[in-house]
């Protein structure tokens, strides 16, 4: 069973940065896909950020240039470093694994403040 653990989120003010952390325990396969997704209230959870076990990147348009997305292959573990942070980046943020099958963490919160 595959378990994930998001940590990081929080209340920060408009510029300011955040770096969020999602560590996955289980049976992983080695070739996988790690990525956060967020959600606002009643709206569909999007993507934000992806990374393969090799490497490759993906992002929204929305947070190029401001947050960057990386990994730990040794730890299970992917990072979303947040910077230039905006109010309309708040949202629930979700850690996401597909491997195998797709698995999610329960989310943690970020709030920017105007």
């Known amino acids: 069973q595959v378990q994930l653990v998001e940590s990081g989120g929080g209340l920060v003010q408009a510029g300011g940065s955040l770096r969020l952390s999602c560590a996955a325990s289980g049976k992983i396969f080695s070739i996988n896909v790690m990525g956060w997704y967020r959600q606002d209230p009643g709206k569909q959870r999007m993507l934000v950020a992806s990374i393969t076990s090799i490497g490759n990147t993906n992002y929204a348009d929305s947070v190029k240039g401001r947050f960057t997305i990386s990994r730990d292959n040794a730890k299970n573990t992917v990072y979303l470093q947040m910077n230039s942070l905006k109010p309309e980046d708040t949202a629930v943020y979700y850690c996401?694994?597909?491997?195998?099958?797709?698995?999610w963490g329960p989310g943690t919160q970020v709030t920017v403040s105007s």
């Open positions: 996401m694994l597909l491997s195998g099958g797709t698995y």
